[in-house]
């Protein structure tokens, strides 16, 4: 693998005014928040995540990657603009390493940009890099996925981590499963093995929703966040987002009796299992919760009852 640091470029004058030295090893330093395009981002999940973060709190540049060395151009390519006669604007692909201040004052780090096409190893191993150089406490990714699940019942989220203190209050919904690979994948895979807190959060986004921006998916996901990593990340202007779209889902839901017969099917299948396993709310946290075991049993159970109609 070639030298991670000859993909990125680092203000050093911005670190000095941000983390100063940095955090030495052995000490709790800044979270760093991750949410990169590219991958599956069901509701925009991710993406809003980081808008509003970018919007409602302060922030400055510490690190940018040297994309051209990380893009296939000709497989995603970049978006110009024509005006009349010349072309006015072009949307330059990034990946950049943000310092964020919280609404408490608090530091924290933001990943965020464009998917590179090449070159993951070297990526993972520049992020390595800074995470070691600023003493990053924990790692954090956020995105969205499309699930057969209705926008008229709380959102459900998979949480998933290095090790699994750090998501023993949360419910797996999945056993083994294979799928295709992210860099926030490899990311959290790789700061595993080196010794690193690393975590993520996917939240299930209904499927017929998956193609718009879903704020309510952001909002769950930077509310995990929170509860994680002690941030307070300012959502009352993202609620309010998040309330606006679900009335104009209602909306359009009620113009279409076929859509309305889609919502009404799911709502019966998540009421059926949630149901079946004691909780009203699949992100409830009720106790006593039940096992991995029992849980996968009952789900087994519940599928094949489906089937069987």
Same mark, same amino acid.
């Given at each position: 693998m070639l030298d991670p640091q000859g993909i990125y470029e680092v203000d050093e004058a911005a670190v000095a005014r941000t983390l100063g030295e940095g955090s030495p090893a052995g000490t709790d330093g800044p979270v760093l928040v991750h949410a990169v395009k590219g991958f599956v981002d069901a509701g925009a999940a991710g993406e809003l995540a980081v808008a509003h973060t970018r919007s409602e709190l302060t922030w400055e540049r510490l690190a940018t990657f040297d994309m051209d060395q990380l893009l296939d151009y000709r497989s995603k390519r970049a978006t110009f603009t024509f005006d009349t006669d010349r072309w006015a604007d072009y949307e330059e692909p990034y990946l950049v390493l943000d310092h964020v201040t919280d609404g408490e004052g608090t530091g924290f780090l933001l990943l965020h940009?464009?998917?590179? @096409?090449?070159?993951?190893?070297?990526?993972?191993?520049?992020?390595?890099?800074?995470?070691? &150089?600023?003493?990053?406490?924990?790692?954090?990714?956020?995105?969205?996925?499309?699930?057969?699940?209705?926008?008229?019942? +709380?959102?459900? %989220?998979? *949480?998933?981590?290095?090790?699994?203190?750090?998501?023993? @209050? /949360?419910?797996?919904?999945?056993?083994?499963?294979?799928? +295709?690979?992210?860099?926030?994948?490899?990311?959290? /895979? &790789?700061?595993? !093995? *080196?010794?690193? @807190?690393? %975590?993520?959060?996917?939240?299930?986004?209904?499927? /017929?929703?998956? !193609?718009?921006? /879903? +704020?309510?998916?952001?909002?769950?996901?930077?509310?995990?966040?929170? &509860? *994680?990593?002690? %941030?307070?990340?300012?959502?009352?202007?993202?609620?309010?987002?998040?309330? @606006?779209?679900? %009335?104009?889902?209602?909306? !359009?839901? !009620?113009?279409?009796?076929?859509?309305?017969?889609?919502?009404?099917?799911?709502?019966e299948q998540y009421d059926a299992f949630a149901r079946s396993v004691g909780r009203t709310n699949l992100l409830a946290e009720t106790a006593p919760l039940p096992t991995a075991d029992e849980l996968?049993?009952?789900?087994?159970r519940f599928l094949a009852q489906q089937n069987g109609d």
């Open positions: 940009g464009v998917e590179p @096409d090449l070159q993951w190893e070297r990526v993972v191993g520049a992020v390595r890099q800074l995470v070691e &150089r600023f003493g990053v406490s924990l790692t954090v990714g956020l995105h969205g996925i499309p699930m057969g699940v209705p926008h008229t019942r +709380p959102l459900s %989220l998979t *949480a998933h981590a290095t090790r699994s203190g750090l998501v023993d @209050d /949360y419910t797996s919904w999945f056993g083994s499963v294979k799928v +295709p690979g992210s860099l926030a994948a490899l990311l959290e /895979y &790789r700061l595993g !093995q *080196a010794g690193h @807190d690393a %975590l993520g959060f996917t939240v299930h986004v209904p499927h /017929y929703l998956a !193609q718009s921006q /879903y +704020p309510p998916a952001a909002v769950v996901g930077l509310r995990h966040v929170e &509860r *994680a990593t002690g %941030l307070d990340l300012h959502l009352s202007a993202l609620d309010a987002a998040a309330t @606006d779209a679900t %009335l104009e889902v209602e909306k !359009q839901v !009620q113009e279409s009796s076929e859509v309305a017969a889609v919502v009404k099917a799911l709502e996968g049993a009952e789900f087994e």
